[in-house]
């Protein structure tokens, strides 16, 4: 049996589960209970507060774990170690730690920061950024609500998660300088056993399928034989794009994967080659 740990409420929880699911993994739960199993995958799940997660899987009370890498940032530098290791990002909850001061506030550089005092949920991060950029400020630890800590004068900046940056607008603060990036990953225990990592390698592969799905689309397009080897320059697909004559004489059907993030660039270039009737289909999942 596999043991993961997953946030028990809050932006990573929902996220979490939809991979798993879409990794053909089904959890039932009821409200309100904080450890499960799987009912098609030797996968035990326990729901826990976001804090506590880097900890249980120090202890080997669990053997994975979905969590933000900001926190993990934040733990190994609490340890001053590197023994939870991050064997796959998964492409969620992204966002970035961020230093924002008052709007009104004038920010030339970094250098502003000194002697200031600095609220965040992230000292060690913070503290060792400083320490980089050869920086003296006074941090002041908050567990929530960073937020509303100039506003009530108790520091002149903070340091703290930013997804939209909405959150910062309402409470009259701009984002000057960003620390680290951030998203959902997953990380294992160094006291992980073997039969246990033999399910987590079951795992990985269904989620890097779905990973890879989520990030191509699918496409089928029709193409003059002339101009087909232009087109398979442009499309090479996993291997190669499968090529069928069309009953058209002098036409063929092409289907191949594109990458999402060149999707409308490559889509131009084929039409500016030729293509035409050229269908985008989603993936629901890639296996390589």
């Given at each position: 049996m596999l043991k993961i740990a997953i946030q028990k409420s809050g932006r990573l929880h929902d996220d979490s589960i939809k991979i798993l699911k879409e990794a053909g993994i089904y959890i039932d739960n009821g409200k309100d209970q904080l450890k499960t199993t799987s009912r098609n995958f030797p996968l035990e799940v326990l729901y826990l507060r976001n804090g506590d997660i880097p900890q249980y899987l120090r202890d080997g009370v669990v053997d994975i774990a979905i969590l933000g890498e900001n926190l993990l940032v934040e733990n190994l530098l609490v340890e001053k170690g590197e023994d939870l290791k991050i064997v796959e990002k998964l492409g969620f909850s992204k966002c970035r730690v961020s230093v924002a001061?008052?709007?009104?506030?004038?920010?030339?550089?970094?250098?502003?920061?000194?002697?200031?005092?600095?609220?965040?949920?992230?000292?060690?991060?913070?503290?060792?950024?400083?320490?980089?950029?050869?920086?003296?400020?006074?941090?002041?630890?908050?567990?929530?609500?960073?937020?509303?800590?100039?506003?009530?004068?108790?520091?002149?900046?903070?340091?703290?998660?930013?997804?939209?940056?909405?959150?910062?607008?309402?409470?009259?603060?701009?984002?000057?300088?960003?620390?680290?990036?951030?998203?959902?990953?997953?990380?294992?225990?160094?006291?992980?056993?073997?039969?246990?990592?033999?399910?987590?390698?079951?795992?990985?592969?269904?989620?890097?399928?779905?990973?890879?799905?989520?990030?191509?689309?699918?496409?089928?397009?029709?193409?003059?034989?002339?101009?087909?080897?232009?087109?398979?320059?442009?499309?090479?697909?996993?291997?190669?794009?499968?090529?069928?004559?069309?009953?058209?004489?002098?036409?063929?059907?092409?289907?191949?994967?594109?990458?999402?993030?060149?999707?409308?660039?490559?889509?131009?270039?084929l039409k500016n080659n030729g293509a035409e009737g050229i269908l985008i289909c989603p993936i629901e999942k890639m296996v390589l």
């Amino acid at each position: 049996m596999l043991k993961i740990a997953i946030q028990k409420s809050g932006r990573l929880h929902d996220d979490s589960i939809k991979i798993l699911k879409e990794a053909g993994i089904y959890i039932d739960n009821g409200k309100d209970q904080l450890k499960t199993t799987s009912r098609n995958f030797p996968l035990e799940v326990l729901y826990l507060r976001n804090g506590d997660i880097p900890q249980y899987l120090r202890d080997g009370v669990v053997d994975i774990a979905i969590l933000g890498e900001n926190l993990l940032v934040e733990n190994l530098l609490v340890e001053k170690g590197e023994d939870l290791k991050i064997v796959e990002k998964l492409g969620f909850s992204k966002c970035r730690v961020s230093v924002a001061v008052p709007k009104e506030n004038d920010f030339n550089s970094l250098q502003d920061l000194e002697g200031k005092k600095i609220a965040t949920s992230y000292p060690n991060t913070v503290k060792n950024f400083l320490a980089e950029k050869g920086i003296n400020a006074e941090l002041h630890k908050i567990s929530g609500s960073v937020e509303i800590a100039p506003n009530i004068g108790l520091a002149d900046a903070i340091v703290d998660i930013v997804s939209s940056g909405s959150t910062l607008f309402k409470n009259n603060l701009k984002e000057v300088e960003q620390i680290l990036k951030s998203e959902a990953v997953l990380a294992v225990s160094p006291q992980i056993s073997a039969e246990a990592n033999q399910i987590l390698n079951k795992l990985l592969f269904r989620i890097q399928s779905v990973l890879k799905a989520r990030t191509s689309k699918y496409v089928l397009l029709n193409a003059p034989n002339d101009k087909l080897d232009k087109i398979i320059e442009i499309l090479p697909g996993m291997k190669s794009p499968t090529v069928l004559p069309l009953a058209k004489e002098g036409w063929s059907s092409l289907h191949s994967v594109i990458n999402e993030e060149t999707f409308w660039e490559v889509i131009d270039e084929l039409k500016n080659n030729g293509a035409e009737g050229i269908l985008i289909c989603p993936i629901e999942k890639m296996v390589l």
